[in-house]
């Protein structure tokens, strides 16, 4: 009877540890999951650039104060809203990552150019609140470059600046210009998606771009989803001034 109970206790030990080892292997291939997931947004296929036209934006907002004191730059140039990984299919992924934004970033690239290319025109420059804007936008979208927050903004800025504004979007101003034309300078309408208010009143774009180990690259044709949001359906838009 004794060896009985110790062949019994033996064989229970045995299938328990059996048991235990299956349940860690599917645990760890969970947590590969997991990685694979978070990996896969780090690394989305393409870019999408949003460029604001900020009188437009700021067309009745008389509280906004860098609506009510805006640049110069802003009156004649687009600004930029951001740059946000995107699949090439649709879709995109968001808030890849909980790392925190960090502020000293900004003073690394510089305010000057930060408030110029990329302005928060809701809030005073001397505000606390002004790096909101740029906080989440990072939070939601430069989580998943795969790029550390500084190269994530300065990559941004040298794409904004390398591409720039159309001369004939910057002669335009308080005017009119062809929808087609504007497509056409931007790309090609695989290229680029515009933005209006009303159908007529151009707010901004979206132009896709290509990436590398999280660095913008060329052009590239925007997925259909992209296109899609194009929401200029007049042939003529109105190009609005401050």
Not at 21 to 30: A, D, E, M, V
Not at 106 to 133: C, H, K, Q, R
Not at 175 to 183: G, K
Request: aromatic letters at 14%.
């Amino acid at each position: 009877n004794d060896l009985v109970i110790q062949l019994f206790a033996i064989i229970m030990n045995y299938l328990y540890l059996s048991v235990l080892l299956i349940c860690l292997i599917k645990l760890n291939y969970g947590f590969n999951d997991l990685n694979v997931t978070a990996n896969n947004a780090s690394t989305s296929t393409i870019y999408l650039l949003a460029h604001s036209w900020t009188p437009e934006y700021c067309y009745g907002q008389t509280s906004s104060p860098g609506c009510t004191s805006p640049e110069s730059y802003w009156g004649k140039y687009y600004t930029i809203h951001g740059l946000w990984p995107q699949y090439s299919t649709s879709g995109y992924p968001s808030y890849c990552t909980t790392e925190s934004f960090d502020s000293s970033v900004i003073d690394t690239i510089g305010w000057t150019t930060m408030t110029t290319y990329w302005p928060n025109v809701d809030y005073a420059l001397t505000s606390s609140d002004y790096t909101e804007f740029w906080e989440h936008e990072w939070t939601k979208h430069g989580t998943c470059s795969g790029l550390s927050q500084l190269n994530y903004f300065q990559n941004t800025i040298n794409l904004y600046i390398k591409y720039g504004t159309p001369s004939i979007l910057t002669s335009a101003v308080g005017s009119t210009i062809s929808a087609s034309s504007l497509r056409s300078a931007m790309g090609g309408s695989s290229y680029v998606a515009l933005q209006c208010t009303s159908g007529s009143y151009l707010s901004g774009a979206y132009s896709c771009w290509s990436q590398s180990n999280g660095i913008p690259g060329s052009k590239t044709t925007c997925p259909s989803d992209v296109l899609a949001e194009d929401t200029c359906t007049s042939s003529t838009l109105k190009v609005t001034s401050f």
